[in-house]
């Protein structure tokens, strides 16, 4: 092998922890592998390109691991784990990968209730066998019950980020034959939908019948053939929904193109990704369509992460990043110091942090990078940091990063304490949803968005593809309420900033226009922004 990912090496640590723990080894040599596998993780150097002296000097690395960190970089496996799953039901290996239950719990249930696969646990579950025994109860019954039922309805359903690139392959395998004129993508992926469940194309071809095949990832790809004369009608009841034809009363008509159809319908031209059935016609009296967000509106770029925290960047090297893009400022937003997990900064490291910044600001201008912070929203609903060192930033990201297993009410007092906070300027991934593993806390999004008016607070709708955050149906509404999106990468690595695109692709489902998006703001316009915000704080 030879060039394994630090990510792969972490994971398979991780792993290995796990089915040592499962298997009842003692706690000091499981944990000896959590946090080497935390270490490797966060490793700023490839370790495949490390030799083992220099391995073994690695914070939480012990010379003991080295040989399998080795085996891992030789090879991509490590024959312990091989061992280990060998010794398992398969069905006890898939549980270690379900929420709210570790290692420990697993074993219990394989060893004294000799549950050995996850349909048997959720059927524990639904008969309500966990809620006496010791280390579980009623609460974890439940999470254990959602998480497996949540995988379950997920089931063949992928990011847009993940079948992107596979998805313009294919178009171009099909664009590439002989008999074929033109072609395109359809459906969820010309929608840009942030869930994928097939990949539709439409194709010009006199000779060629349709045909449905299964990707090796487990994807369905759907090709369908039209004449020419079909293509445009073909391709445009293929890309919107049911519900948005019918919410357009659409009739099939000859036309030139799409904008062609919109009109003969009596209505303005709705971009693929809005096709959705909600509520665009509303939203078309309110907003102009030649008015929302593209890739080219971005100015810059907050919510980032650097080395000082959890990042794998310099701040200069993703400042770099973003000059290449075209962009006028940066935005960075480490982590704050509760977040000790991701090394989270002391007001000290804090000071140490400006005075970097300070001097890039003076090499770099024109450019800007802003002094933000990602501040953990604690349990309590307050921010990380005192008034007087939170005054300092520029701009604060609010978000909730723990103890997150919460009911609407917590949530709701949590979020609506950080946003009457002052200094709050970004509200940070308001749900804080893993889209396909992780549903996020239950919120009332009305009553967010009107806080956010009533409080100056922007909602980030977070770019990151595992994340899209908020969600884009909501983004109506806190237009009409006056609020400002932002539409952050939350990047951990330079190339992170590139998640901006997916972004924008939710962002234009939603009908962001540029006037509502504060990072198509211009670099002065950001200046007066945040200090007015703070002139506003008495």
């Known amino acids: 092998m030879g060039t394994i990912s630090n990510k792969e090496i972490s994971k398979n640590l991780k792993l290995l922890g796990k089915l040592l723990e499962?298997?009842?080894?003692?706690?000091?040599?499981?944990?000896?592998?959590?946090?080497?596998?935390?270490?490797?993780?966060?490793?700023?150097?490839?370790?495949?390109?490390?030799?083992?002296?220099?391995?073994?000097?690695?914070?939480?690395?012990?010379k003991s691991m080295v040989p399998k960190i080795r085996e891992l970089i030789d090879t991509g496996e490590l024959s312990n784990i091989q061992e280990l799953v060998k010794e398992t039901p398969p069905g006890v290996v898939e549980m270690l990968s379900i929420k709210g239950i570790g290692p420990a719990k697993i074993r219990l249930l394989w060893q004294e209730m000799e549950i050995e696969t996850v349909g048997e646990l959720l059927y524990a579950c639904v008969e309500n066998r966990l809620k006496d025994i010791k280390g579980f109860g009623l609460k974890t019954q439940e999470a254990i019950r959602k998480d497996i039922e949540y995988k379950i309805s997920n089931s063949g359903l992928f990011h847009y980020a993940s079948v992107e690139s596979l998805a313009l392959d294919v178009l171009d395998q099909i664009n590439s034959k002989a008999n074929v004129t033109r072609a395109a993508l359809t459906g969820e992926m010309r929608r840009k939908c942030q869930i994928i469940s097939k990949?539709?194309?439409?194709?010009?071809?006199?000779?060629?019948?349709?045909?449905?095949?299964?990707?090796?990832?487990?994807?369905?790809?759907?090709?369908?053939?039209?004449?020419?004369?079909?293509?445009?009608?073909?391709?445009?009841?293929?890309?919107?929904?049911?519900?948005?034809?019918?919410?357009?009363?659409?009739?099939?008509?000859?036309?030139?193109?799409?904008?062609?159809?919109?009109?003969?319908?009596?209505?303005?031209?709705?971009?693929?990704?809005?096709?959705?059935?909600?509520?665009?016609?509303?939203?078309?009296?309110?907003?102009?369509?030649?008015?929302?967000?593209?890739?080219?509106?971005?100015?810059?770029?907050?919510?980032?992460?650097?080395?000082?925290?959890?990042?794998?960047?310099?701040?200069?090297?993703?400042?770099?990043?973003?000059?290449?893009?075209?962009?006028?400022?940066?935005?960075?937003?480490?982590?704050?110091?509760?977040?000790?997990?991701?090394?989270?900064?002391?007001?000290?490291?804090?000071?140490?942090?400006?005075?970097?910044?300070?001097?890039?600001?003076?090499?770099?201008?024109?450019?800007?990078?802003?002094?933000?912070?990602?501040?953990?929203?604690?349990?309590?609903?307050?921010?990380d940091y005192e008034e007087e060192v939170l005054a300092q930033f520029d701009f604060v990201v609010a978000s909730i990063h723990a103890q997150l297993k919460m009911d609407q009410a917590k949530a709701m007092e949590r979020l609506l304490r950080a946003i009457q906070n002052p200094y709050t300027t970004i509200l940070g991934h308001p749900t804080g949803r893993l889209l396909l593993s992780r549903e996020g806390y239950p919120i009332n999004h009305s009553e967010i968005i009107a806080a956010c008016a009533e409080h100056n607070v922007i909602i980030e709708l977070n770019a990151n593809p595992l994340r899209l955050d908020m969600d884009w149906e909501w983004i109506h509404e806190a237009m009409e309420k006056g609020v400002q999106i932002s539409i952050n990468p939350d990047a951990h690595v330079d190339h992170g900033l590139d998640h901006m695109k997916y972004g924008i692709n939710v962002a234009r489902k939603a009908g962001l226009t540029r006037a509502f998006t504060f990072n198509a703001k211009s670099v002065s316009e950001l200046e007066d922004a945040f200090l007015q915000k703070k002139a506003s704080i008495v």
């Open 199 to 383: 990949i539709q194309i439409i194709a010009c071809s006199e000779s060629q019948t349709s045909e449905t095949f299964q990707h090796e990832i487990g994807i369905p790809i759907e090709v369908q053939y039209c004449s020419e004369e079909e293509f445009v009608s073909s391709l445009f009841e293929t890309t919107s929904t049911t519900a948005h034809l019918d919410l357009i009363q659409y009739d099939k008509v000859q036309a030139s193109d799409e904008k062609d159809i919109y009109k003969k319908l009596g209505h303005p031209y709705f971009i693929p990704e809005m096709r959705e059935g909600r509520d665009e016609l509303e939203w078309s009296k309110r907003f102009k369509l030649d008015d929302i967000i593209q890739n080219k509106d971005l100015k810059g770029a907050l919510h980032n992460h650097s080395v000082w925290s959890d990042g794998q960047n310099t701040i200069l090297e993703m400042a770099q990043y973003c000059m290449k893009q075209g962009w006028e400022y940066f935005g960075i937003s480490d982590h704050s110091k509760t977040a000790i997990y991701a090394n989270g900064l002391t007001e000290d490291r804090l000071k140490q942090q400006w005075l970097e910044i300070d001097q890039l600001n003076e090499t770099l201008k024109p450019f800007k990078i802003f002094k933000g912070i990602e501040s953990d929203i604690l349990y309590d609903g307050s921010l």
């Open 22 to 62: 499962l298997h009842g080894a003692n706690s000091f040599k499981t944990k000896s592998y959590y946090n080497g596998a935390f270490q490797i993780g966060k490793f700023p150097q490839p370790l495949h390109a490390l030799p083992d002296e220099e391995i073994s000097q690695i914070r939480g690395i012990g």
